[in-house]
């Protein structure tokens, strides 16, 4: 049997992003970017900021949780700024996401007068979720890094199986 498949696709207005991510995670994971492409060097917030295109004050935040998660180092004095301080390859995209984003909890559909128990789009939104995370930990710095500044696409992809209707997914137990 045949599953169908959603990609994400990059021409503007074709989908409506389903995951809306918080702006730290954002700053965060082009601050690990530059840092990542620039292993030997320290960088400082008004130069990473000045890549990326952040206000500084912001991006100040963000590295800050990243200096505090162990993933980047404070470097004082003349020449200093920050440095990546975790392995690349060893760090799944799920610490950052959680680090800056905050733990994956799925909310089910999100209507506080649901009460059902078997709510489909609850159950929907709990598979997504459970998707998005084995994407995460299946990802490293490392790989995103060979996304950053580059053309690279990006596909995820993600069967649409019905469980309630016997439907089990070839690669995934549940």
Known sequence: MEYPVFRYCEEENELNPIVSLPDPLILGLHALGELATNPDRCLSTQQIAASIGSTEPHLSKVLQRLNKGGMVKSVRGPGGGYKLNCV????????????LG????????????????????????DELTR???????SRTLTDFTRYYGNSI??????????????????????
């Open 102 to 125: 905050g733990p994956f909890d799925s909310k089910g559909c999100g209507l506080d007068g649901c009460r059902n128990k078997t709510c489909f789009i609850g159950e929907m939104m």
């Open 88 to 99: 690349p390859d060893e760090t799944p995209l799920r610490n950052i996401f959680e680090l």
């Open 131 to 137: 998707a998005f995370l084995r994407y995460l930990e």
């Open 153 to 174: 696409p990006v596909e995820i992809e993600i069967s649409v199986i019905t469980p309630s209707l016997g439907q089990k997914h070839p690669n995934f137990s549940t």
